[in-house]
């Protein structure tokens, strides 16, 4: 496949995604965060960054704009849920924690909780 089409095929899968992220308003950034370790916000975020890459102009608010389909603060009014108070782990300090080291996955302990972790990816 030549690098044209797949670009074009790319943009249609993201175009794909957007759109049935734009649909599923119940679906939950920390729900997405929580099962593909990604959410809408990254999603934006990647999309400024490969406006920047490509040298486009492109502002944080249209960004947002692009992947909500709302701005944020009408996404918050309408569609984000109020986090459960025995359900925040991020809110509860760890009781026992080991940072990632060298390929080799730790195990984090958090009150009632644990996270397998995995080294992070080198960046570009």
């Known amino acids: ?3 044209a089409t797949q670009d074009k095929l790319e943009a249609a ?8 992220l734009q649909h599923r308003k119940d679906v939950q950034n ?6 593909a370790g990604f959410c809408r ?5 990647w999309l400024l960054e490969a406006a920047e890459t490509q040298s486009v102009e ?8 692009s992947v909500y389909g ?4 009408e996404w918050k009014k309408n569609h984000q849920a109020k986090p459960a108070k025995n359900n925040c782990v991020c809110s509860k300090k760890p009781s026992r924690y080991i940072l990632p ?24």
């Open 70 to 73: 709302m701005t944020i603060d």
């Open 13 to 20: 899968a993201w175009r794909s995604l957007i759109k049935h």
């Open 41 to 45: 916000n990254c999603l934006y975020k």
């Open 58 to 65: 492109l502002t944080k608010d249209d960004a947002i704009q």
């Open 1 to 3: 496949m030549d690098n």
């Open 101 to 124: 080291s060298a390929g080799i996955n730790k195990i984090i302990s958090f009150p009632e909780k644990k996270f397998l972790t995995f080294p992070r990816m080198r960046s570009r």
């Open 30 to 35: 920390i729900d997405l965060m929580n099962l």
